[in-house]
C-alpha cells in the first residue's frame, strides 16, 4: 500500500537534513523541490543530508532531481550525502550510479562525522 | 417572453399617453377655432394610425431582431459564415442574442482546439516516424552470434533506444540499449541525439565501448538539463576473438544464460547514466563477458522489469532471470526472445503499459555456426489505442 510522502528540514550545524517518508514519484516531486529548492542558497549551510528513513519508494523523476541537487550543491562546493536508504531505494541509486557520486550513509550521525573528518 | 410582453405594453402605454396629448391638444384647438364636431374620417384615420404604429413597434423590437438571430443561427447549422450578433434590446431575444454569441465563441475555440490538436498529433506520427527511421533496420553481419532486438514505445515518442554499428574496419560490432528518464517526446529528442552522438564516433573510429560511453556524456551532459539522463549498456563483440565486452551507464543488469550448467547470471552493469555528471572518465569501465557456445545475453530496459500485474507485483528481474532459466537452452535467439515475451506477457496479464519496453536477446553460436542476419523489430501500433500486453504481439 503506498504511503503519502511526507517531507521536513531541520538545521544542524552547517548541514541541511531532509528528512523524507512515503513514496516519491513525479506527482509529488514539487514538494520535494519546494522544501529544498529555497535551502540551496542558503550560505548558512555548506552541506545537505537526504535522509531516506522511512522513504519507501522513488522514481528516475526523483533519482534526476538528486542528480540535479548534487550538479547544483558541487557548482557552490556544498556537499550531498544520502542516509537511511532502504535496500529499494539504495538499489536505485546503485543501478544508475549515483552512490559514485553522492556518499551514502547508513545513519545521518556517520554522515556528519564525515563532514568533521573532512 | 415576460421582458417583450412589457416592452410592447410600456410602448403602447407611450403610444397612447401621447395619443390622448395630441386628442387634447387637437380638441383645444378645434375648441378655439369653434369647430363644433369631427368626422367619422377623422376618428377611424386616428384609430388605424395608432395600430400602424404598434405594429411598427411590434416589428422593430420582436421580428427584426429575431430575424437577424435566426438568420446567423441558420448559417451556423448549415456551415455558412455566421457573425457575431450585437444585441439591441434587453430582453428574451437580447439573452437568446447573447447565448448564440457565447456559443459561437465557444464553437470557435473548440474548433481551434481540435485543430491544434490534430496539427500536434500529425507532427508527433512524424516525430514517430523519425525516431523509427533512426533505429536500425538492417543490422550487420555478426558471425558467431544470433541476435533478436524489439522495441516497443508506450507513447508516439519513446525514450528507449538499441542500435547496432560496425566499426570502420569491420572488426568490432557495438550494440547499445539506452532508457531515458521518463518516455514521450523529451526523452525521444534525448534519445536521438544519443543514437547521433555514439553513431558519429564509430563512424569516426572509436573503437571501445568505454571511450563511446565516456565521449558520449561528455557531449550530452552540456547539452542537457542535469534531471534528464540515459542509462545504457555498450555492447562490444570483437568478431576476430570472439569475445564479448561490456560497459554499463548506470543501467539495468545483463542478464546471461550460461550453457554448461544452464545457470543464469545478472550482472551489475555499473557505471553512472549519461547526462548525469560532466566526467565519467573515472567511473565508466569495460568489461569482458565470457561466453562459451549456446551461451545467451540478454539486455532489456526497465519497461519489463517495472511492469505490474493486475495485484500490482512487479515483474522483477527475477521474474526475467527465471524466465532465462527456462528458455536459455533454446536453439535461437527468436525463439528464446519469443518465451521470454510470452512469460512476460502471462505475468503483467491486461496491465496497460506504462513504459517502453525494449528487449536485446544474443545467442553465441560459435564462429564456424551458419548465421542469419541479426533479426530487428520496432514494433508499431498505428492505432495507439490503449496497451495491454495482449495487443503487445510479443508472444
Redesign the interface.
Known sequence: MSTVAQISQELKGTTYVIHMTGEID?SNLPELEGAVNPLVSDTSANSFILDCNGLEFID??V???M??L???LSRSQKKLMIVGANSTISDIL?????N??IPIFPTTEEALKSLNQT | MKFIRENLINKALLLFAVLVTVVGVVGIILNRMEIQSVSLNLFLAVLILIFVLILVVFILDVIVPISRVHKQMVNLLTGKNYKKIEPTTIDEIGVITHFFNEITHDLEKISYDIKERRRMSSELDIAAQIQKDVLPKEAPEAPGLDVVAKTRAAAEVGGDTFDFLLSPDGNQLFVYIGDVTGHGVPAGLIMMMVDTLVTAMVYRGVNNGRDLIVNTNNLLTPRISSRLFMTSVMLRWDKNAQKMYYTGAGHEHVLVYHKKDESVEAIRSGGIALGMIPDVNQIAQEKEIPLEIGDSVVLYTDGITEAKNNTGEMYGVEGLLESLKKHGYRPSAESIFDNLTRDFSNFVGEYVQVDDITMIVIKYLGKDAATAKIKLEVSTDEAQVERKSKLWGWS
Do not use: D, F, P
Open positions: 513525479v528516475s523523476k533519482v534526476g532531481y542528480a540535479y548534487y550538479s547544483t546503485t543501478l544508475v550510479g549515483l559514485s557520486i
